[in-house]
Every structure is written in C-alpha cells, then in structure tokens.
Nanobody
Framework: QLVESGGGSVQAGGSLTLSCIASGYSIGRNFLGWFRQAPGKEREGIAAIDIDRSTVYANSVKGRFIVTQDSAKNALELEMRNVKPEDTGVYYC???????????????????WGQGTQVTVS
C-alpha cells in the first residue's frame, strides 16, 4: 500500500514537499514515480527514480522539483520548489516491479498506486 501526504494549498513561488509511505512491502527494489493529474487533463509522469537511483523529470518541473527515495523510511518524496499555478492537480506516487523491458515514464508499467493528494497553487 502506498499512502501520499503533504498536499495542500500554496502560493505561486512557494514550496511544498510530498511524501509517499509504503507499507506491507519494501520499495527498495522498485522503480518509483510521481504522477499528477490536472483538472480535465490526463495523468502525466513528472518525476521518477529508477532502481539504480537515476532520476528522470518532466520538462515542466525540471530544475524545480526533486524526487528522492528514503530507504530507511521506505518512502518516496517529492520536493516542489517555485511552484506555479499549472502545478495544480492530484499527485500520485507509484511503484513498479522491474521487468526485462520497462520505462519509468510509462504509467502502465507501474503496479502499485497511492490514492493521491491534492496540490493547489494560487
């Protein structure tokens, strides 16, 4: 089970940190990602961390967001800086089991999803 927290309302230019705690299993061997869904839009991948700890970011958040994995806490975090109104949406964390072929940017490759946390930037 993945549970997100840390969402809320923030003013443009501010910062927010989202957390995703895994329970019931270890995410140490998973690839992990953050996705968001804005109103009226499809879910998009914004940040991911692969099993080798390499990271990938969507162009829209590159340089502003940082994704980290905390093995001790069995958690994934997303530090959001200099947020913009277009960052508004429901943020989901996800975990996937590596296979012979997978992409951390492809939502369909993720097996486990959190329930989402709302972020509103005004």
């Amino acid at each position: 089970q993945l549970v997100e927290s840390g969402g809320g309302s923030v003013q443009a230019g501010g910062s927010l940190t989202l957390s995703c705690i895994a329970s019931g299993y270890s995410i140490g061997r998973n690839f992990l990602g953050w996705f968001r869904q804005a109103p009226g839009k499809e879910r998009e991948g914004i940040a991911a961390i692969d099993i080798d700890r390499s990271t990938v970011y969507a162009n829209s958040v590159k340089g502003r967001f940082i994704v980290t994995q905390d093995s001790a806490k069995n958690a994934l975090e997303l530090e959001m800086r200099n947020v913009k109104p277009e960052d508004t949406g429901v943020y989901y964390c996800a975990a996937g089991v590596p296979k012979s072929e997978y992409s951390v940017q492809r939502a369909s490759d993720y097996s486990f999803w959190g329930q989402g946390t709302q972020v509103t930037v005004s």
